[in-house]
């Protein structure tokens, strides 16, 4: 019943920004943590950055501290992720991931992905 929608993906140079969207619809909402977690061609899923939804705490892998930012927007059930400093290496499909109230560490909703290209 819940749905992630990702948007804001496309094609940067290297050091420019992107910001990311998840939107979450569904009846109810009863989602205790969101992620963004990408793809590249090759190589296996990479976790980026999680936030608790209701204390807003966030966590994020060490390649892109100080870079990325993961966000929530309660009203909206959004989460947002800004991209900075884009490096060649960030290319990847980007996937929003929902982890139900009870069982935070389990991912159980994902979206469809959204591409992020970054040339040099």
């Known amino acids: 019943q819940m749905q992630l929608v990702e948007s804001g993906g496309g094609a940067v140079q290297a050091g420019g920004s992107l910001r990311l969207s998840c939107a979450a619809s569904?009846?109810?909402?009863?989602?205790?943590?969101m992620g963004w977690f990408r793809q590249a061609p090759g190589v296996e899923r990479e976790f980026v950055a999680r936030i608790n939804w209701s204390a807003g705490s966030t966590s994020y892998t060490d390649s892109v501290k100080g870079r990325f930012a993961i966000s929530r927007d309660n009203a909206k059930n959004t989460v947002y992720l800004q991209m900075n400093s884009l490096k060649p290496e960030d290319t990847a499909v980007y996937y929003c991931?929902?982890?139900?109230?009870?069982?935070?560490?389990?991912?159980?909703?994902w979206g469809q992905g959204t591409q992020v290209t970054v040339s040099s």
């Open positions: 991931a929902g982890a139900p109230w009870g069982r935070p560490n389990e991912y159980t909703y």
């Open positions: 569904g009846r109810g909402f009863s989602l205790q943590a």
